[in-house]
């Protein structure tokens, strides 16, 4: 008996929902078996992960403050990867905005007013934006790969955190800590939800989500956006200008992540510390890909992947599980549903070998790519059936 | 004197070269099969623990290269079987072999943070390998003579081999390379393979070598820069090797402008420079003359599925 792979007619909708729900509990059956193999009580363990956080009501309120960043930033990363624009480097534009937010905070800490929290927003989103503005430019201008050189300049940022926080910006009465001063009650965000820790940066995350769902499924940007993506060939034919989505694909994901980053320095931070960089950018990536590059679907990612982080916590004290665990679990997350993937332009068949009367459907027409742009195109895949040996 | 920092200015040069240019030669020939994994600083990572601790566990340094190589191998079959089999994304894939990496590695070193091993012992008599000037051409460590060695023959390999001409074929047209019988996809995953096991090298390089001692995140970003090396070199070899080099003269500025207490540059910013260096070199490689240009083999990045 085989399992045989057969293109689709036409990629299956019912997989394209379905399989990031088959990744995520393929991921934990996974992980009950990494987890005991290291010795320690898997079953517990992906309690811990996946359940705890959600089944203790007291939680939720740390799931939304963990989400809303991931959701923002991979918000701006799907609208980029959907047109094959790969800003890999929104770490370093979620540093550096909220670096250029901080540094309106320091400017205006012995003030008061209530325009000095937007003005540390529109500094964030500004830093983010002429962070990814470089790659823009490279790419455009000279044609430099954006993947080497948006990730390049994450680790600059990061090295510009660390020179802002032990040098200029430091705390003037830290006791010599590296870490800026606390942000004054003008400077930060304020709760949406009384006596949480929820702030505005939650609901502006579920806000532009809708937004860009708007965008990208109903107006004339949104439906290039789409084209450059899928068919670079008839973009072009259609006056679609390549290097204007560079531009423009890449300025908002570096706002968006500037966004997050000076919600995330103003809300749960407060202050700008070397310990900002938590890595939000490159989780972001498994969001937009769980969340099919689709902005409800990122919602629903960035809610899974924020349980993973509360999880992570949790297993951290419960069962002495490593912190580190929770990067590896994210990884497998995305190395399965890139598995699983195939089912949207497959379908699975098992086949006994005896049965040669079968007819051939090798008639099918181009199966036709997945809407997402997650893969890259000119797959010669209106070839007949493929087999794999199962 | 001047002579004594001239000789530890080079072998600081040819040391931090030298895990980028083993990691760079394995990715250069994966992208000649026009294949392009950007999990090599994952791989890296997963090379770098596993050497660590298998020279911790065992004392046996050559028994850590070798479980380097295979862990390497091993995490890029990951990669090899999404992208070659299941055609999944390349850069997605790539990147998720990265995250898992950073992960993995972390998890696997939890034990081994602060301890040490003691390194890769001198191939040349001690005469030689610890004389004053003779350690400059006789000091190093194996790996690199290893790396000069693999360049040497990664450019034969690919120039003069049967072997070498069939994966340029396929990385070049897939599609031509297929209907005249090669296995585009058993290449592929060889090429792949191949690019891991180096990978695993360079990171052993950095827990065995550089540092021997565990540490997260040790290779610190090393396996980008010889991905956007392999983009330097217009994938040769040879020049791979001046471009690592290359390299190596710009980490080694800033360990010696650490080391000489020069303070004009804060230390962060001497740290910015080899990130800083390879966007500049990639520009430049960008507006050099066409020809340079369109050097990336045809096929990159493009997933492939046979006829039946």
Known sequence: MRLRLEPRREASRAMLYGTPVLAVALTVLAGILIFSLMGYDGLAAIYQIFVAPIADPYRWQDLFVKAAPLITIALGLAIGFRANVWNIGAEGQYIVGALAGTGVALATWDMQGYWILPAMVAAG???????????????????????????????????????????????????????????????????????????????????????????????????????VGLAPQAARYGGFSARGTVWLTLLTSGAFAGLAGIFEAAGPFQQMTPQFSVNYGFTAIIVAFLGRLHPLGIVLAGMVLAVSYVGGENAQTALGLPYAATGMFQAMMLFFLLAVDILVRYRLRVVVPADLSRPVEARHPPARQAETGAHVSSTPIDKQRESLSA | MTTAILISIIMTLVGAATPILLAALGELVVEKSGVLNLGLEGMMLIGAVTAFGVTFTTGSASLGLVAAMAAGAAASMIFAFLTLTLTANQVATGLALTIFGIGLSSLIGQNFVGRTVSGLEHIFPAALADDPIGRVVFGYSPLVYLSLVMTAFVAWFLTRSRAGLILRAIGESDEAAHSIGYSVIRVRYLAVAFGGAMAGLGGAYYSLVMTPMWADRLTAGRGWIALALVVFASWRPLRLLGGAYLFGAVMTLELHAKAAGINIVPPEFLAMLPYLATIVVLTLISIAPSGRRNAAPACLGKPFRATG
């Open chain 1, 125 to 227: 989103i500004l830093g983010g934006l002429l962070w990814a503005a470089i790659p823009a430019f490279l790419k455009t201008r000279f044609n430099v790969n954006e993947i080497l050189t948006s990730l390049m300049l994450t680790y600059v940022a990061v090295q510009l955190l660390y020179y802002l926080m032990r040098g200029p910006w430091r705390d003037p009465e830290g006791y010599g800590f590296p870490q800026t001063r606390l942000f004054s009650e003008w400077q930060t965000l304020p709760t949406v939800v009384q006596g949480t820790l929820v702030h505005l940066g939650v609901p502006v995350a579920f806000f532009l989500a809708i937004a860009v769902w708007i965008v990208l499924s109903r107006t004339v940007t949104g439906f290039q956006v789409r084209v």
